[in-house]
T-cell receptor, first 112, second 114 residues
Framework: DGGITQSPKYLFRKEGQNVTLSCEQN?????MYWYRQDPGQGLRLIYY???????QKGDIAEGYSVSREKKESFPLTVTSAQKNPTAFYLC???????????FGSGTQLSVL | SQQGEEDPQALSIQEGENATMNCSYK?????LQWYRQNSGRGLVHLIL?????REKHSGRLRVTLDTSKKSSSLLITASRAADTASYFC??????????????FGPGTSLSVIP
């Protein structure tokens, strides 16, 4: 089945630790996105990428980093510089600009 | 500030009634999309309407777009308890580069009471 997979489903971070959230898609989509969702809130754009080896900052990129070395993979690292990382993180992909997004099932990140 | 804002923030209706949610946005767009999210899950795409379209239907869903007012509405007819979820509008904002951003509003929480 084609789809977009996020892992892990739950992740815990200690103080000063960097953690990486995985996002993989087998839809052959060019565009990939990372969003953060806080309880009862909408989605805020962290990073997005339209092609391999290129990506752009979204509205809340500080404290996060990404890479796009392969078309199917767009991992997100939450660095120690992100002081309030507890949130639900959603990855999405699209065939290109102006097309609908396909979402993964999300990763809940919490701080120990 | 948000590109898109849904209204109302929360809506509670009886099963069988219609539910209407509105979305307003600030800048010009290529298209507007509506998504649904069940609690703790990813978002599911419902419908996409392009900037040159005024109305679109999909099953029990009807979406309108008024680019002069920078607003859209989502109508769910004959609601069911299974429609209980959060609904988000998303706008595709064109940029000067080849990139474009998809920006989501804060959402409307819909409760359909059996």
């Amino acid at each position: 089945d084609g789809g977009i997979t996020q892992s892990p489903k739950y992740l815990f971070r200690k103080e000063g630790q960097n953690v990486t959230l995985s996002c993989e898609q087998n839809l052959n989509h060019d565009a990939m996105y990372w969003y953060r969702q806080d309880p009862g809130q909408g989605l805020r754009l962290i990073y997005y990428s339209q092609i391999v080896n290129d990506f752009q900052k979204g509205d809340i990129a500080e404290g996060y980093s990404v890479s796009r070395e392969k078309k199917e993979s767009f991992p997100l690292t939450v660095t120690s510089a992100q002081k309030n990382p507890t949130a639900f993180y959603l990855c999405a992909s699209a065939a290109g600009g102006w097309e609908k997004l396909f979402f993964g099932s999300g990763t809940q990140l919490s701080v120990l | 500030s948000q590109q898109g804002e849904e209204d109302p923030q929360a809506l509670s209706i009886q099963e069988g009634e219609n539910a209407t949610m509105n979305c307003s946005y600030k800048t010009s767009i290529n298209n507007l999309q509506w998504y649904r999210q069940n609690s703790g899950r990813g978002l599911v795409h419902l419908i996409l309407i392009r900037s040159n379209e005024r109305e679109k239907h999909s099953g029990r869903l009807r979406v309108t777009l008024d680019t002069s007012k920078k607003s859209s509405s989502l109508l769910i007819t004959a609601s069911r308890a299974a429609d209980t979820a959060s609904y988000f509008c998303a706008t595709d904002v064109p940029l000067k580069t080849s990139y474009d951003k998809v920006i989501f509003g804060p959402g409307t929480s819909l409760s359909v009471i059996p």
